[in-house]
C-alpha cells in the first residue's frame, strides 16, 4: 500500500476524508473526528466503488481489503 492523504473538512463536519494512493488505483474513504471510525468509499486495491452496506465497516465488498489493516495516526 502506498500513502494515505486525511483531508480536513471545515468546522461543522462530523467526518474528514482520505485518500488512499497507490499505483495504479486510488481510493478514498473518510475517518469520524469523534469516533474515529474508518469508512471505504472506493477501494485502492479493485478500485471498485464500495457496496453501500460495507462502507462504513471499512471492507471492500469486492475483494476484501480492509482498511483496519492499515496503521496510521489521526
Known sequence: MADIRIIKNPKGYDHDNIEFISFPFKG????GKKSKDIGLTRCPVCNRENWAMSVADGICAWC????HEINFKY
Open 28 to 31: 478514498s474513504g473518510y475517518i
Open 64 to 67: 476484501g481489503y480492509s482498511v
